[in-house]
């Protein structure tokens, strides 16, 4: 979408960001270097997850994925989705996504970010504190995915999903907003900003369509509602 290009990654986090294999290390070179310290007090720039497909692509998708009942969570763990795994040096997916989605990042010897400024995308909030307010938020949420069929993959594909930083499934939002979520799908929690709802139906579709994830009936309803927010 043109009008949120200034929304999206800078071309040089992007070559920063993008590996061959989302999970496997890279060379020590491919760290990107800490981000100059700016006050806290600077404008949030909006940075978001990478950019779903278009509406009109992702209502093909949508209306291309199964209709099912929920699987039972009998079963479930978070361990069974490891997250969190190394990128690269001593950087982790929830470090590269926290350097990735905010302004002004400043990062310690351990890559911890430990400064910078957050915009959340789901209710508006800004943060400064990245260790107590803001959280890396799954779109698709790790047991979401489970009841949608999660349950019959292999460790190593859920390591993949839960730690996936070429689709849209990863995002630096309010602790708030993420702990309000839940694994809760769109038919049962859909974000504060209206004005995201696009962008956010588009991720959870596509993310669903990827990796051939089943929806619910409901779920269905509210995603076409949620895309017709999106302009013509």
């Not at 700016?38 to 093909?60: F, W, Y």
Request: hydrophobic share 35%.
């Amino acid at each position: 979408m043109a009008s949120r290009s200034w929304w999206r990654l800078t071309a040089t986090a992007v070559l920063s960001l993008s590996l061959a294999t989302p999970l496997a290390a890279s060379p020590a070179t491919a760290a990107p270097p800490p981000a100059a310290h700016h006050p806290a007090t600077a404008s949030a720039v909006r940075r978001d997850l990478p950019e779903p497909p278009p509406a009109e692509v992702v209502r093909k998708e949508l209306d291309d994925l199964t209709v099912a009942a929920p699987h039972p969570m009998t079963g479930y763990s978070r361990s069974k989705f490891p997250h969190w795994v190394t990128q690269y040096g001593t950087c982790d997916t929830r470090e590269v996504v926290l350097a990735r989605d905010g302004q002004d990042v400043v990062r310690d010897e351990q890559c911890r970010a430990v400064s910078g400024i957050w915009y959340s995308a789901y209710d508006g909030k800004v943060a400064t504190r990245p260790s107590t307010e803001v959280d890396i938020d799954h779109v698709v949420p790790l047991a979401n995915g489970w009841r949608s069929g999660a349950d019959e993959w292999t460790t190593a594909k859920r390591r993949q999903f839960a730690n996936d930083l070429t689709n849209p499934q990863l995002i630096a939002v309010s602790a708030s907003s993420n702990r309000q979520k839940g694994d809760q799908s769109p038919d049962q929690w859909a974000p504060p900003l209206r004005s995201y709802w696009c962008t956010y139906a588009r991720a959870w579709t596509h993310v669903k369509f990827v990796y051939a994830l089943n929806i619910t009936e409901p779920e269905k309803a509210k995603l076409g509602e949620m895309l017709d927010t999106c302009p013509a």
